[in-house]
């Protein structure tokens, strides 16, 4: 067990861990912060800057984002300051204008009390991808394929396969689907096929060989069972009927 | 081709932090980034296709289509804007009936845009072929290019 | 590149093992030069190449030849020193005679007069365009006269490719003293005494920097030189690294000793392919002498260099990006509140460092920390580099003490306003900084100073603008800039700078709204606070100061749909004068829409407004400034 921190979140006095973040920290103590980039199971990565904090450090005040700045002794942390209030919702126009017609945005926009974005209408954009990133990290970090990436650069930028083609090194698990916040990465599944859209990577099911159901593509199978040291057949049978 | 991408790596010692390097070096022996070679890249420095075509696209420098035989390269750094160089790409574009970033269609032609060459002292700067021209006003701009095949 | 003057390729005399014979082979390379035989010392930096410098050198070797004067004239090919407004431009060693914008017909005579008969040829003087006068040596001209080229005068000096070049001027002789004669601690005492403060931008204390990365825990730690000076407008890092590489690279090597660094990296811009070659020249010559590498002068220190190119990308500038690249990947930034010196490169303690900041280390080393913080002012000591461009005179590359005052730059060393126009504002601190005008002209220029009046030093770059440079548009120059060179990571620059951008360009195409001021302040407010990196936290800068100095610009195009200085094209129409239309009619055929006709000899030309597409090629085509824009 690492050292204990004392901190103050919202002027509430907290202890936890060394090495933990305040977004953690909050988040344990049933304290509030919007994030959209944040995912328990991977690397934080700081690109939706909702989850900004006010911390107040030697009298000096700045916004941190909460996902990453790590607890110290006597840190004193304020999640809904004027100045943080006013951003979040600055960030929320933006998103907003950028992501017209996607519920989830719709939807975070209203609870943070955003309505309208402030720009001209005629430049409003129907992107359904916020570049949270979190397709891109969980197929690099927990997949370990790292089919996808994020290409190109500043307002360009887009999730993609390799030369924009089949990504050839998706193995059909759809954990891009399963993390993605706006419903942007689409799966579809006939028969004994399964499509990851976004990627034009298709793949055939395995059938368990007990009940008949469709139940993972044979290439991601394929792959954990060589990953994992597994012997021949081990996925003939699916985990239900194992 | 296969030969020249392993020389090429072999050259950094197949170190993956020098993937910029090497491919600059490969652009450089064929004025662009063929599919062919990146997929070389790929196996020998063994690192994700995804790392490969990200870093390819993310800088500026890489061309992953042909580019005609003479580069073009106008400034548009902030010195060279001050003193027009925004009329001399639109000029440039005038000319050669294309936009910023395109290939003429005889394959002539690549217009680039450069942020800074380091030369703010003559500008407005315009770069064909590595060789540096000071001083362009869009006057001079069709005269340039007359010069070139 | 076939003709440019090759690396010196002299073959090196063997490792050197110790301080004495370091200073041996110093004094044996001073006895074999004669202080008084002639030395043509002609500048073919990168500037100077667009003035045909090749050429000129190479002309001058033929006529050397020619009139049989090998072994009494030297010609030394040392790159930029500072006078890019005059290239090509050469010296001559002993006496300083200065000559400017030298053709290649001059050489033969140059040769003929100067260096055989003792003559100057007085048309390739300077003269002062404001007094008329004519200056015959290098120091005495007013634009060398008022600087402190601590480290620049090296340039004027040397062949960046002769590493005899560099040991004749004391090259070294620091990084001896430091291996021999200093402990590391003692070194990083010296640096943080001597009060030196990152040159790149961030002003940083260095030593305090070197400290933390010495107190970091682990065994491996990184030195990196950040050559990437992505600022547009600032090309002070190039010159030092084409001209005087070795200074730089005896900076790392003493900065890896006392912070206990066996590897380092030099990032240079892919841009600056000279600088590229000569910092790797340097390299090699360094190790071949035992300069570099391992055993360090025989001192059982080692440290080896690798160079890396940046592949066009203006955010590969801020260090973590930087380090990013160097890894391989895209250059995307990340959170500093674990600081790199913890946790930098391959997530090891790293020191990075700009170019200008290592290349002042030998200087503090060999004259202490005393006489380094003599210079300067009381926050901000030493010299700095900058580049004064844009619309004034004497444009290139000046070193100052700090502290100068603004006024004593731009026109005492600048010259003014070049065609007698207006001042206006001058740009520092690149697309972070913003607009001083007329008003701050007396501030003495140091860290603190820039900042107060809502500017920064930034890496060096001064962008001096006249009565036809338009605000507005110089806003929407560097949001334009910032947004092309955004990585895209952080919602607030990849979105803010968009709708920023789109905000300006309806301003400047008179679209502009009455809201949108503030609402240009409420998003730089957001980027400021909410941005990842220093790009998008500072890209509002040049925005905010353009407003706050020049508002009524901006209200002029919003409400009367009028662009004072004359630029933004929808907003203006060119028209022909026509008391001073001579009616030559040079301006009819560049005319890509054909928009003017020829009248006759004696009569004005017609242009016709709805062919017009504003190129401005007309304007700037004609000589008697018969095209006027409204």
């Known amino acids: 067990m690492n050292k204990l921190v004392n901190l103050t979140i919202d002027s509430r006095k907290l202890q936890a861990e060394e090495g933990k973040t305040v977004l953690e920290v909050a988040r344990e103590n049933g304290i509030d912060i919007p994030t959209l980039c944040y995912n328990e199971e991977l690397e934080p990565y700081g690109a939706c800057r909702l989850c900004l904090v006010e911390i107040t450090k030697n009298n000096r005040s700045r916004l941190v984002t909460s996902c990453l700045y790590p607890i110290e002794e006597g840190l004193v942390v304020k999640t809904g300051t004027e100045k943080v209030v006013a951003n979040r919702k600055m960030l929320m126009e933006l998103l907003l204008a950028r992501c017209q017609g996607v519920k989830a945005i719709e939807d975070l926009a209203k609870k943070i009390g955003v309505d309208q974005p402030s720009f001209k209408p005629e430049y409003f954009e129907k992107n359904g991808c916020i570049l949270c990133g979190l397709c891109v990290r969980a197929c690099a970090e927990v997949v370990g394929t790292s089919a996808i990436s994020l290409v190109n650069r500043g307002v360009n930028r887009e999730v993609a396969a390799p030369f924009l083609e089949t990504a050839n090194d998706c193995i059909g698990c759809g954990s891009c689907v399963y993390v993605c916040p706006t419903d942007f990465i689409k799966m579809e599944e006939t028969g004994d096929t399964r499509t990851i859209v976004n990627w034009k990577a298709t793949f055939k099911m395995q059938k368990c060989q007990k009940c008949g159901k469709n139940f993972a593509p044979e290439k991601q199978l394929e792959y954990f069972r060589k990953k994992l040291n597994l012997p021949q057949g081990f996925f003939d049978v699916c985990p239900d009927c194992r | ?149 | 590149m076939g003709s440019r003057p090759r690396p010196n390729d002299k073959a090196p005399a063997g490792r050197l093992n110790s301080p004495k014979q370091l200073e041996a082979l110093r004094a044996s390379i001073l006895n074999k030069r004669d202080p008084k035989r002639p030395c043509i010392a002609l500048c073919v930096g990168t500037g100077c190449l667009a003035y045909g410098c090749v050429d000129i050198f190479q002309a001058f070797n033929n006529e050397i030849a020619k009139q049989k004067l090998q072994n009494s004239v030297d010609i030394r090919a040392t790159r930029c020193r500072g006078f890019c407004e005059r290239g090509a431009l050469l010296t001559i060693y002993p006496q300083g005679v200065f000559y400017q914008r030298v053709k290649l017909e001059d050489v033969p005579e140059i040769v003929t007069e100067t260096i055989v008969k003792g003559r100057i040829v007085q048309r390739l003087l300077y003269t002062d365009p404001n007094t008329k006068e004519q200056y015959a040596k290098e120091a005495d001209i007013p634009f060398y006269k008022k600087q402190q080229r601590l480290l620049l005068d090296a340039n004027s000096k040397i062949d960046p490719t002769s590493i005899e070049d560099y040991l004749a001027i004391g090259g070294y002789s620091a990084l001896a003293k430091v291996l021999f004669q200093m402990k590391p601690e003692q070194v990083i005492e010296e640096v943080k005494k001597s009060g030196l403060r990152g040159r790149g931008g961030g002003g940083f204390p260095t030593g305090n920097k070197w400290q933390s990365t010495r107190e970091a825990h682990d065994e491996i730690k990184y030195v990196i030189c950040n050559c990437d000076e992505g600022d547009p407008g600032a090309f002070m890092d190039r010159s030092l690294m084409e001209g005087n590489p070795h200074s730089v690279l005896e900076g790392m090597i003493i900065g890896a000793y006392a912070i206990g660094s066996h590897e380092g990296y030099v990032y240079i811009r892919h841009e600056y392919p000279m600088a590229v070659e000569n910092v790797m020249t340097a390299i090699k010559l360094a190790e071949s002498k035992g300069l570099l590498g391992s055993n360090i002068l025989g001192s059982g220190f080692h440290f080896k260099v690798k160079v890396s190119r940046g592949g066009g990308a203006f955010v590969c500038g801020e260090s973590t990006a930087l380090m990013a690249s160097l890894e391989g990947k895209v250059g995307e930034p990340r959170a500093k509140y674990v600081h790199t010196s913890e946790k930098g490169l391959y997530n090891r303690p790293s020191n990075l460092n700009n170019v200008e900041t290592w290349a002042n280390i030998p200087h503090i080393i060999l004259k202490g920390s005393d006489w380094f913080s003599s210079i300067g002012t009381m926050t901000s000591k030493g010299t700095k580099i900058f580049s004064l461009v844009g619309k004034v005179n004497n444009t290139g590359l000046i070193e100052v003490p700090m502290g100068m005052k603004l006024r004593d730059i731009v026109y005492g060393i600048g010259g003014g306003i070049r065609d007698g126009k207006k001042f206006k504002a001058v740009q520092t601190g690149g697309p972070s900084g913003g607009f001083i005008p007329e008003s701050h002209l007396d501030i003495a220029v140091d860290f603190d100073e820039l900042t107060r009046v809502g500017s920064m030093m930034g890496s060096g770059a001064m962008i001096v603008t006249d009565e036809n440079t338009c605000m507005v548009d110089m806003a929407k120059y560097f949001v334009g800039f910032l947004q092309e060179e955004s990585c895209g990571k952080c919602l607030p620059c990849r979105e803010g700078l968009k709708r920023m951008l789109q905000i300006l360009t309806d301003i400047t195409d008179g679209r502009g709204r009455e809201e949108d001021i503030e609402l240009l302040a409420r998003l730089a407010a957001t980027l400021k606070d909410a941005a990842l990196c220093a790009l998008g936290s500072t890209a509002a800068n040049p925005v905010l100061t353009a407003i706050k100095y020049f508002r009524d610009e901006y209200e002029a195009h919003i409400k009367d749909h009028r662009c004072p200085a004359g630029v933004c094209k929808p907003l203006i129409t060119y028209s022909i004068i026509n008391e001073k239309c001579p009616g030559c009619g040079k301006c009819v055929e560049p005319c890509p829409t054909k928009a003017i006709t020829f009248v006759a000899k004696k009569e004005p030309v017609i242009l016709d407004q709805e062919k017009c597409i504003k190129c401005g090629t007309c304007y700037d085509i004609c000589n008697l400034k018969a095209v006027a824009i409204k």
């Open chain 2, 1 to 149: 081709m296969a030969s020249k991408v392993e020389t090429i790596i072999n050259k950094y010692e197949a170190d993956k932090g020098q993937l910029v390097s090497i491919l600059q070096d490969i652009q450089t022996e064929h004025h662009y980034l063929p599919k062919e070679a990146l997929d070389e890249v790929v196996a020998l420095l063994d690192i994700p296709a995804s790392q490969v075509y990200s870093v390819a696209t993310f800088f500026k420098a890489f061309s992953l289509t042909p580019r005609g035989r003479h580069l073009i390269k106008v400034c548009l750094g902030t010195a060279c804007h001050v003193r027009g160089a925004a009329k001399v790409v639109d000029k440039m574009e005038l000319d050669l009936s294309i936009k910023r970033t395109e290939t003429t269609p005889d394959m002539r032609y690549t217009l680039e845009t450069a942020n800074c060459v380091g030369c703010c002292a003559l500008g407005p700067m315009v770069m064909i072929d590595e060789k540096y021209h000071g001083q362009i006003t869009s006057d001079k701009v069709s005269p340039l290019l007359a010069k070139y095949e």
